[in-house]
């Protein structure tokens, strides 16, 4: 067997030109017999130009690929022999304590690269937050230093260790900081309209995000290398892609929100827009609008946040509204939302199914089931499939050409599933900006 | 390890690595086995230790060195339509246009025209033909 092309069960052979190999280097062996007879029989000039590599070689390359039997006594150099086992000191060394920080390093360069990128997202969309806000500002206002210090408003969430009434807390936190939101908005852009001041609530929601994320995963980068935990790293790491998707996604779709166009996520009042056109439409509860209409002699009550400004509404609350102001004599609640695709899928897929298409944080979700539940009224729901990104971002073609097709299957459905004269709730969810009624 | 935006090249600089680390293994096999290389042994493992360590920086750098991926134009349509017929028309998106926005009266059969949709159309980048 040979080794860069040396048998090792050979005896060691001497070299014979000390020039080429001086005989006290530490760690030349002096068993290599290709290397060990170059500088002998090559001409002077050719043993010159290869001194350099030859020494670099049989000093370092040699025992890297050197034999094991060597090390355990088979050679007769005290230097060979110490400089293998050092070699392998060396190797378990770096084996042992320095493959995490390997592993480190690895981890931690994709953590910094990520957080490079967010820390941009976030000043870029605080940036772009405040020229969407600008136009609607008191001349010669510096809103600046009130916007930045308003990225890092905070919600508390409510305590669930008694879950008791959770959702009603949660309902009434988050109904204090809409509040909150838009008194800002109203107190920095006095001039804007109602939908103007609806959409500069979403930019500006977009800002907190990625400011808020950046902060998270810059407090993580920081805390890992302080404690150089691999697995804070790794973590992290495990997190990253769909975290830069969302981010980049809400980025992304900042400029749209700041033009009024419609978003993906809009297809549910898009859809609910169409339904209830010709229909008297009225107020009920917050930001949400209906209209009566006739479908095939059955009387469809349509619901949806009202537009064209960026709201969601509270829909949960008008549905409960609806069927407790009916006493419960509804046939159906058909439901209409965007939904995440999973990979794979086609976007614009309409799919249906059961239970409350709604994806808030609990409270609307929870009073539709509720109403349902009491009364015993069937839910249908009909999703559109589309991913994170294409819901945050202004609504693609495939989307909008879904609207219809929902549109078509909701007649379909109330036509199947409910008799004449019955009255069948149609409830649109989604943000509705760039959508009216 | 994860993917970040932005690394469109780093497919190609892995591929680049993987075969600069595939090369250099070669080299090595050859310095060990091939007799007759036997006197350039030196040579071969400085150049497969060479290679071994550009495959090692395209990889570790290879991603700092890659340009941003330039977001794909976003042409956003506002298509008109009417309540009486079916004439459709197209145009750009302008600021302040929503579902189902009045427009007036219809070109053709003089009923109400309104905003039908908006939506994202990806433009394709022109090829060097400029097509």
Redesign the interface.
């Given at each position: 067997m040979?080794?860069?092309?040396?048998s090792w069960w050979e005896p060691p052979v001497p070299i014979p030109n000390t020039e080429v190999k001086p005989p006290n280097v530490f760690g030349c062996t002096g068993r290599?017999?290709?290397?060990g007879s170059?500088g002998s029989w090559r001409p002077l000039h050719l043993r010159k130009k290869?001194i350099y590599?030859?020494i670099?070689?049989e000093c370092y390359?040699v025992n890297a690929?050197i034999p094991v039997g060597q090390i355990f006594g088979t050679g007769n150099d005290l230097n060979s022999i110490l400089f293998n086992v050092l070699y392998l000191v060396a190797f378990f060394i770096i084996i042992l304590f320095f493959n995490q920080r390997m592993q480190i390093w690895?981890?931690q360069?994709?953590v910094e690269?990520?957080t490079q990128?967010l820390q941009e997202l976030a000043d870029k969309s605080k940036e772009q937050a405040l020229n969407s806000i600008k136009p609607f500002t008191e001349a010669n206002a510096d809103i600046r230093a009130k916007v930045t210090g308003f990225l890092d408003f905070f919600t508390i969430e409510p305590v669930d260790r008694d879950p008791y009434g959770v959702l009603t807390r949660l309902d009434h936190i988050l109904d204090t900081r809409h509040d909150r939101l838009r008194e800002f908005v109203r107190q920095i852009a006095p001039k804007a309209g109602s939908s103007d001041t609806a959409n500069t609530e979403d930019v500006l929601e977009v800002a907190m995000a990625l400011n808020y994320v950046f902060k998270i995963v810059r407090h993580y980068l920081i805390l890992g290398k302080k404690t150089k935990s691999l697995m804070i790293f790794v973590q992290l790491?495990?997190q990253?892609?769909l975290l830069?998707?969302t981010a980049?996604a809400y980025f992304?779709a900042q400029k749209?929100m700041s033009?009024?166009?419609?978003w993906g996520d809009g297809l549910g009042p898009?859809v609910a827009?169409?339904l209830m056109?010709g229909g008297a439409v009225k107020p009920i509860s917050q930001e949400v609008v209906y209209a009566e209409v006739d479908i095939s002699n059955r009387k469809a009550i349509i619901l949806k946040a009202e537009?064209?400004g960026g709201v969601v509404g509270k829909p949960g609350e008008a549905v409960k509204e609806l069927v407790e102001g009916r006493k419960g004599k509804i046939a159906r609640i058909i439901m209409i939302d965007a939904a995440g695709k999973l990979e794979g899928e086609t976007t614009g897929e309409v799919v249906e199914g059961i239970g409350a298409a709604i994806g808030d944080p609990g409270p609307e979700k929870y009073k539709i089931e509720e109403a349902a539940t009491k009364y015993n009224i069937p839910i249908d729901a009909i999703i559109c499939k589309m991913d994170i990104d294409e819901a945050l971002?202004?609504?693609?073609?495939e989307?909008?050409e879904a609207?219809d097709k929902i549109v078509e299957r909701i007649r379909t459905s109330i036509v199947e599933r409910t008799k004449e004269g019955d009255v069948v709730i149609v409830a649109g969810i989604g943000n509705t900006m760039?959508?009216?009624q | 390890?994860?993917?970040?935006?932005?690394k469109s090249r780093q497919p190609t600089l892995a591929i680049i690595s993987i075969a600069l680390t595939i090369v250099a293994f070669i080299l090595?096999i050859l310095?060990?086995?091939?007799?007759s290389?036997?006197?350039y042994?030196?040579?071969l493992?400085?150049a497969g230790?060479g290679l071994l360590a550009v495959s090692w920086i395209i990889y570790?750098f290879g991603?700092?060195m890659a340009p941003k991926k330039e977001?794909t134009p976003?042409k956003?349509?506002t298509v008109i339509g009417c309540r009486n017929c079916d004439v459709r028309e197209e145009r750009d998106?302008q600021?302040?246009?929503?579902?189902?926005?009045e427009l007036g009266p219809c070109k053709k059969c003089s009923g109400k025209s309104y905003i039908k949709?908006?939506?994202?159309?990806t433009e394709k980048k022109p090829n060097a033909d400029g097509k």
């Open positions: 040979r080794y860069a092309g040396q290599r017999e290709g290397l170059l290869y590599l030859h670099l070689h390359l690929v690895t981890y360069r994709n690269k990520a990128r790491d495990m990253l892609p830069m998707k980049e992304t749209g033009e009024g166009k419609p898009l827009s169409k056109y537009g064209p971002t202004t609504m693609k073609k989307v909008a609207s760039g959508v009216a | 390890m994860s993917k970040i935006p932005g090595f310095a060990t086995f091939m007799e290389l036997a006197d042994t030196t040579l493992l400085t230790l570790f991603g700092r977001p976003e956003v349509v998106f600021q302040g246009d929503f579902i189902p926005k949709a908006i939506y994202a159309v």
